[in-house]
């Protein structure tokens, strides 16, 4: 390559900060262009990743990036783009890639190259979006008490504090976006694996409705709740991120309803003059959940002041027991049935020599363990994790059957009841009851968890398939953000958006609070490392 553009080490720019519509606008002023942009990000990830803070973020950097950046930048001024055009991200690594393996994190599949593109994949691409690379993730997306640990990536760190946890399992995916590594990522979620990790991170994610985004080309969890989701910094850039990805794709039957119900209203929305945007909506407040922090608690009494200052009506709900505790009822009997089969049905597309059961994989990686003497690269809980799954294989047991056919739709059934019967837009929650946890099980005195099931409410999103959005309402004392979630009725992301825009605006413009608003590690010495050093 060439020298560094001076138009990107001049650190006022602060391209790490940027939020999605501000590179938007910058790019269509001219201030910087999709090369310089792709240049900086490889050379932060470069100068951060595996060096510094060691984030651990990424795995694989797609080769290309900056070719196929230079290519867009020659056709910008074309009209007919889109709001991703020219933008960089990355991508979870149980994603498709052309060209790059789709690992799952794990050791064994480092050399699976898939066939193609994942669906939601090539529509991102077609938006003009480049990709920079996979991220870590906890391993094969189920997390056996160890989020965001992967044989391959190791443990992912959280940029706002290196000592905590960034949670699972898109863990690399929240990490890069907090990072300043890219504006926008896409995670998979089936139990809260966006979810989590957007609250640990600080940013903000959907969770769409299920088959608003094609699964296609993603390793599979339990296709019953698995989702991909995008995770940015604000609720616009999310929106726009979503409805690049979403629509109809003939190998995700789930995907039906996209032509006949697509997404509506997610443009650009003018600066609000109305100071009661909100006017008309309600939003339930679950009052029978479990609290598990003291500064969460005041965080969200103060979330649920500013709702009602915008024109919301808060109303008490109280959810019907089984709610809120769905695990063993619903979710867990269906997680452990399907992960086998529909895995190996995944494996199918790769080479001989890749492994193409789980029995297989896990064979592998014994091996691995065995050669690596003292630091066994895959740890033993993972190992039997996948034995259990192997052993309680019931993807036809009635049991099963009975969860999938009856019990979930009555769950999505029920859920509809009540927030029409209650006139509900939206539930509302902390999106977990705890902050982020410490990396290990050290002593740590600044960390408070008294519940067991921090994230029993995000349960409700999995098994119904309704959308839940999720963003930051505060930090804790300890440096670590923490999120507020909006759950709403099947295909109503636009509502939830529009309220999510709203309350961000809203806190953005409260200087009284501490929030998020920035990438952390932004110290100026650090960015000018990122910038001396050549990326590829
Ligand atoms: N993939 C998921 O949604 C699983 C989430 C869960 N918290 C885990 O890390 O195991």
């Given amino acids: 390559g060439d020298g560094v553009d001076p138009a990107i080490s001049d650190r006022s720019l602060h391209l790490e900060q940027k939020t999605l519509p501000e590179l938007r606008a910058m790019l269509d002023r001219g201030e910087v262009s999709s090369e310089q942009l792709t240049r900086f990000y490889l050379a932060r990830i470069g100068a951060l990743d595996d060096q510094g803070p060691t984030i651990n973020a990424m795995l694989d950097l797609a080769p290309g990036a900056i070719a196929r950046a230079r290519m867009l930048d020659r056709h910008r001024y074309e009209s007919g783009h889109g709001p991703l055009y020219g933008i960089p991200f990355v991508v979870k690594d149980n994603v498709d890639v052309k060209g790059l393996p789709t690992s799952g994190g794990s050791m064994v599949l480092s050399h699976a190259y898939p066939k193609d593109s994942a669906h939601m994949v090539q529509r991102l691409e077609q938006a003009g979006a480049i990709l ?43 990490a890069a976006v907090a990072a300043g590594f890219a504006p926008f990522s896409i995670g998979t979620d089936t139990e809260g694996s966006v979810r989590g990790p957007a609250h640990a991170a600080g940013l903000v994610a959907m969770r769409p409705t299920l088959g608003r985004v094609s699964r296609d080309g993603i390793i599979p969890l339990a296709m019953s709740f698995d989702t991909p989701a995008p995770m940015t910094r604000t609720v616009q850039g999310n929106a726009w991120v979503l409805a690049a990805m979403a629509g109809r794709d003939e190998h995700d039957d789930a995907t039906w309803f996209n032509e006949r119900a697509p997404l509506k209203g997610l443009d650009p929305v003018p600066a609000p003059e109305n100071p009661t945007p909100l006017q008309g909506l309600r939003v339930g407040v679950i009052e029978n959940r479990q609290a598990g922090n003291a500064e969460i608690e005041a965080h969200f009494a103060h979330a649920l002041k500013r709702l009602k200052a915008l024109g919301a009506t808060p109303v008490r709900a109280t959810l019907e027991r089984h709610y809120l505790d769905l695990w063993p009822t619903a979710v867990g009997p269906v997680h452990q049935a399907e992960f086998q089969p529909q895995l190996e049905r995944y494996l199918r597309q790769f080479d ?64 509809a009841q009540f927030m029409a019967n209650n006139h509900l837009d939206a539930l509302v929650f902390p999106t977990e009851a705890c902050p982020a946890p410490p990396l290990t099980d050290g002593k740590h005195n600044d960390y408070e968890c008294t519940t067991r099931e921090p994230f029993a409410l995000g349960y409700i999103a999995s098994a119904t398939g309704f959308p839940e959005l999720t963003m930051p309402m505060g930090m804790t004392s300890a440096g670590v953000p923490v999120n507020l979630s909006l759950l709403g009725g099947e295909r109503q992301e636009a509502v939830l958006y529009r309220m999510g825009l709203a309350f961000m605006q809203d806190v953005a413009d409260d200087k009284t609070l501490s929030l998020p608003a920035m990438a952390p590690l932004t110290d100026p010495g650090r960015a000018s490392a990122t910038l001396d050093r050549r990326s590829p």
Wanted: proline share 7%.
């Fill in 352 to 415: 001989q020599d890749q492994p193409h059961t789980l029995k297989e994989i896990m064979r592998r990686c014994e091996a691995l363990n065995q050669h690596a003497g003292n630091h066994p690269p895959v740890t033993p809980r993972r190992i039997r994790g996948m034995q259990y799954r192997l052993d309680e294989r019931f993807e036809g047991s009635p049991e099963y059957l009975e969860v999938v056919s009856r019990r979930l739709p009555e769950l999505r059934e029920h859920l």
């Fill in 132 to 174: 920079l690379g996979k991220t870590n993730m906890t391993e094969f997306a189920a997390s056996y008490g160890e989020p965001g640990y992967s044989s391959r990536g190791g443990i992912t760190r959280n940029p706002w504090r290196l000592d905590r946890s960034v949670l699972g399992s898109s863990s690399g995916s929240a």
